[in-house]
């Protein structure tokens, strides 16, 4: 059985209209003509798909299984539409470069800064995303280049590279209750009033998905939606923040110490989208800066490789 990609979307703005008359306006198409196309499928399919009253139409539920697996086709056509677009994109079209909270924060403004320069006809375009997201639009083909976590991303069949460490630590005021101690566990971070950041933030969601259900119950004091406030209010002494060491500023005032849960330990990995034949020059080229960025980011005192002093 085929069905036609427009006679779907028609019979999914009908569903979601409740009208054929509605669904062809949508569709740019005259009455009889979208009638026709309903008509058409419900013989391809071999049983009704509308129910049709004075006040409208509704789904039957051959219908409603017909709108449900149309959405997941039409979308995934989207997605195959834009992966093969990528391979014809002209030399002048943007880079994709996704990133994680923490990489967007520091590592790829300072990567970028010495791209764009050296390459004054290229622009790059910079989504933040989760690494799960990120895995899937690099093996779709809808980026060049993606920065993810090493705990996220194994077995996912893309070529990827160390780009350096990005574990948590607590920080707090100087002189605080951070005073005289190296490192602490999440459960004795959680004894004290915290700042975080939004409930939706990626970096949040990852912690409480690794600290589990039977996490201590944590106070936020309150939360943001910007790391560079959040390092801000800790310093201050609203709260102790958890953080990755990579987006501190070395020169800010602030107690650091090193979260001693085993999930806390995080690399970042370099990953390139999935591509048949070589990368681009300037891929290569924004892949080079990301590497020298990393690996010319401030030292924080007592850091040592990817653990502390």
Known sequence: ???????????LDIVTEG???????????????????????????????????????RPTPAGSTLARHAREVLAQTVRLESAVASYTRSPTAPLTLLGGGSAV??????????????????DVRVSEKR???????????????????????????????????????????????????TSLTYSEAAEHPLVGLDAGASLRRWIERHVGPHAPVVRHRTTVANLNVLV????????????????????????????????ARRHHLLAWGAKTGPASPA???????????????????????????
């Open 105 to 122: 924060h520091r590592l790829v403004p300072q990567a970028l800064v010495s791209f764009l320069r050296a390459h004054p006809d290229t």
């Open 131 to 181: 690494t799960p997201q990120i895995v899937r639009m690099l093996a779709d083909g809808e980026a060049d280049l993606g920065i993810v976590l090493d705990d996220e991303a194994r077995d996912c069949g893309l070529a990827m590279e160390p780009l350096g460490d990005d574990s948590l630590v607590v920080v707090g005021q100087p002189g605080g209750i951070l005073a005289g101690r």
């Open 232 to 263: 801000a209010l800790a310093a201050a002494g609203v709260g102790l923040a958890i953080v990755p060491r990579r987006v501190i500023d070395p020169t800010q005032p602030l107690d650091v110490c090193e979260l001693q849960d085993p999930w």
């Open 19 to 57: 009208s054929i008359t509605a669904g062809a306006r949508r569709m740019h198409l005259s009455l009889p003509s979208a009638s026709a196309r309903v008509r058409s499928l419900e013989q391809q399919a071999g049983v009704a798909l509308l129910i049709r009253g004075r006040r409208g139409v």
């Open 1 to 11: 059985m085929r069905y036609d990609l427009d006679d779907l979307r028609l019979f």
């Open 283 to 309: 891929t290569k080229s924004l892949a080079d800066h990301l590497r020298k960025a990393s690996t010319s980011e401030p030292v924080l005192p007592g850091r040592r490789g990817t653990g502390w002093e």
